[in-house]
C-alpha cells in the first residue's frame, strides 16, 4: 500500500511569492494533519483537517491557510512569502478515529530567497 | 498536553541495546507516550506508544513507569540504520489529534 504521498519534493520561491503544497493520505484514511519543520527543531502543528473540515488550528499566521478536497487529498497554502517561511512542511494522515496514530509523508522542502 | 525532556544526544554502539528516556512529569491520565524518528530529514516514523502498560513491536519495546512520569524507548539490537532523531511526546486524546514535538534525542549508532 501506497503511504502518504507529498509534492513537490523541493521547492524555490522568492519573498512575496504564494506556495501551494499537496498531500494525498494513506487510502482508506480521512484526517490529514500539517506540520512546518525548520532546521534544527521539532515539527510544529499547523492543521488538522477531517471529513473537509477544519479540527484544528496551531499558532500560525493567516498567511497560512488549508483545505480538504471529498478525496480527502489536502492542499497547504502560503501567501506573502518570508524568509522564515524556509522548511521543511509535513503532512501526516490518520482515520480520524480518536487515539488513532498518524503517518507522515516524506516532506516538501520549501526554501524562500 | 504535558511537555516531555529528552537527552539531546546519546551513543550507542552498534549491535547493544539504546535506551532512550524521557520524562513526562506533568503527564495526564488520558495521555498517551508515544515515540516516532526522525531519519536525516525525512518525514517522522511512527515507532511505538502506551498509556501505562509496557508495550513491544518488532521495532522496539516501551518501558513506562508505574508513576508514568517517565518512559524508556528500547532498541534492542541498535544498528547504524537506527542513527536518528527520536521523539517522545505525550498526547491527550480531544477532539482532534495534534502531536507536539519537542527537540528530541538525536541517537548515534556507532561501528
Known amino acids: 500500500d501506497a503511504g502518504v504521498t507529498q509534492s513537490p519534493t523541493h521547492l524555490i520561491k522568492t519573498r512575496g511569492q504564494h506556495v501551494t503544497l499537496r498531500c494525498s493520505p494513506i487510502?482508506?484514511?480521512?484526517?490529514v494533519s500539517w506540520y512546518q519543520q525548520v532546521l534544527g527543531q521539532g515539527p510544529q502543528f499547523i492543521f488538522q483537517y477531517y471529513e473537509k473540515e477544519e479540527r484544528g488550528r496551531g499558532n500560525f499566521p493567516d498567511r497560512f491557510s488549508a483545505r480538504q478536497f471529498p478525496n480527502y487529498s489536502s492542499e497547504l497554502n502560503v501567501n506573502a512569502l518570508l524568509l522564515g517561511d524556509s522548511a521543511l512542511y509535513l503532512c501526516a494522515s490518520s482515520d480520524g478515529r480518536e487515539g488513532e496514530t498518524q503517518y507522515f509523508g516524506p516532506g516538501t522542502r520549501l526554501l524562500v530567497l | 498536553d504535558a511537555k516531555t525532556t529528552q537527552p539531546p544526544s546519546m551513543d550507542c554502539a552498534e549491535g547493544r541495546a539504546a535506551n532512550l528516556p524521557c520524562n513526562h512529569s506533568t503527564i495526564s491520565g488520558n495521555e498517551y507516550v508515544y515515540w516516532y524518528r526522525q531519519i536525516h530529514s525525512q518525514g517522522p516514523q511512527y515507532i511505538i506508544h502506551?498509556?501505562?502498560n509496557n508495550e513491544t513491536n518488532e521495532m522496539a519495546s516501551l518501558i513506562i513507569t508505574e508513576d508514568r512520569k517517565s518512559s524508556t524507548l528500547i532498541l534492542p539490537h541498535a544498528t547504524l540504520r537506527d542513527t536518528a532523531v527520536y521523539y517522545c511526546?505525550?498526547?491527550?486524546?480531544?477532539?482532534?489529534?495534534?502531536?507536539?514535538f519537542g527537540s528530541g534525542t538525536k541517537l548515534n549508532v556507532k561501528p
Open positions: 487510502s482508506g484514511h480521512k484526517s
Open positions: 502506551g498509556l501505562k
Open positions: 511526546i505525550v498526547r491527550v486524546l480531544g477532539n482532534f489529534n495534534k502531536f507536539y
